[in-house]
C-alpha cells in the first residue's frame, strides 16, 4: 500500500454550503449570516483536518459473470464493476480521509452551537469530496503519462455497487489502517469523513466523464460537479 499526505485543499466557504447541503446563492440571499458562520468554520477548524489518502493498485487476471478478478487472489463485484472497469489491465482501489479530529469537532459544537456544528459536519464533508477527487484526479495523471487512460471513481453506493456489497470488497484489497480509516459492523468507515473508491486503468476505457452520471441523485441534484479538484 501506498500512502499519500501532501495534499492541499483550497476550500471556500461557498464548499461548507455545499457540503451541508445548501446551495451557497440562495444562503447568500437569504441568509447571509450562515456565510459568517461558514467562514468561522473555515477560520476555526481547516487545521484540524489530516487529509491522506491510502491505495494499492492490482493487475486484472479477467473478468468471469460480474467478477473483476485481480491479483492476488482479490475480487471485485457487482453490476456497475463489470459494466465499467470490465476492459481495464489494472485497478486502483483508494481510501480517502480528513481524519477523526474534525468528528470530534462536530460532535463537541452540536451540543451547544448546532448551527456552527452543521458547519463544521459541512466542511469535513466538502474536504472530503475535494480530497477524493484530487486523488483521482492526480491517478488520472499517472495514466496519462504512461500513454494510458482511467476510468472515473467507482465508489460503493453508486448505482449497480450497493454500500453493504463494495465496502468490504475494497477493505479487502488494501489495508487502510495506516491512514487511521477502519469499517465497523454496519460497513461505515470510521472516521466519518472517509470516502472509498476504485479506478480502472487501461486502454480504450470507454464510459461516463463524471460520477454524478451514476448517482441515484444525478436527475435531481443541484449540486453536481462543484467540489474542487
Known amino acids: 500500500m501506498t500512502l499519500l499526505t501532501d495534499w492541499q485543499l483550497d476550500l471556500q466557504a461557498d464548499h461548507v454550503l455545499?457540503?451541508?447541503?445548501?446551495d451557497p446563492q440562495?444562503?447568500?440571499?437569504?441568509?447571509?449570516?450562515?456565510?459568517?458562520?461558514?467562514?468561522?468554520?473555515?477560520r476555526e477548524?481547516?487545521?484540524?483536518?489530516?487529509?491522506?489518502?491510502?491505495?494499492?493498485?492490482?493487475?486484472?487476471?479477467?473478468?468471469?459473470?460480474?467478477?473483476?478478478?485481480?491479483e492476488g487472489g482479490g475480487s471485485?463485484?457487482?453490476?456497475?464493476?463489470?459494466?465499467?472497469?470490465?476492459g481495464a489491465r489494472s485497478v486502483i482501489a483508494a481510501v480517502c480521509t480528513v481524519g477523526q479530529a474534525i468528528d470530534g469537532r462536530v460532535s463537541q459544537a452540536m451540543d451547544s452551537d448546532p448551527v456552527f456544528g452543521l458547519a463544521l459536519d459541512g466542511l469535513g464533508s466538502?474536504?472530503?469530496?475535494?480530497?477524493?477527487s484530487a486523488a483521482a484526479g492526480r491517478f488520472e495523471q499517472r495514466a496519462a503519462a504512461d500513454d494510458l487512460q482511467a476510468t472515473i471513481p467507482l465508489s460503493p453506493g453508486m448505482i449497480g455497487w450497493d454500500v453493504a456489497e463494495g465496502?468490504?470488497?475494497?477493505?479487502?484489497l488494501i489495508d487502510p489502517s495506516p491512514a487511521g480509516v477502519s469499517l465497523n459492523s454496519n460497513g461505515m468507515m470510521i472516521p466519518r469523513k472517509s470516502i472509498s473508491f476504485v479506478i480502472g486503468i487501461g486502454r480504450d476505457l470507454a464510459g461516463p466523464t463524471r460520477a454524478c452520471d451514476l448517482c441515484s441523485l444525478h436527475e435531481t441534484c443541484r449540486y453536481q460537479d462543484h467540489f474542487p479538484g
Open 45 to 70: 477548524a481547516l487545521s484540524d483536518l489530516s487529509p491522506v489518502v491510502t491505495y494499492g493498485e492490482l493487475e486484472v487476471k479477467g473478468l468471469r459473470h460480474e467478477t473483476l478478478d485481480l
Open 126 to 132: 466538502a474536504a472530503t469530496e475535494a480530497l477524493a
Open 18 to 22: 455545499r457540503g451541508q447541503g445548501a
Open 76 to 86: 471485485l463485484r457487482g453490476a456497475l464493476i463489470a459494466q465499467h472497469l470490465a
Open 26 to 42: 440562495v444562503i447568500r440571499e437569504r441568509r447571509p449570516q450562515l456565510v459568517a458562520v461558514a467562514e468561522r468554520a473555515l
Open 167 to 172: 465496502q468490504p470488497q475494497i477493505f479487502a
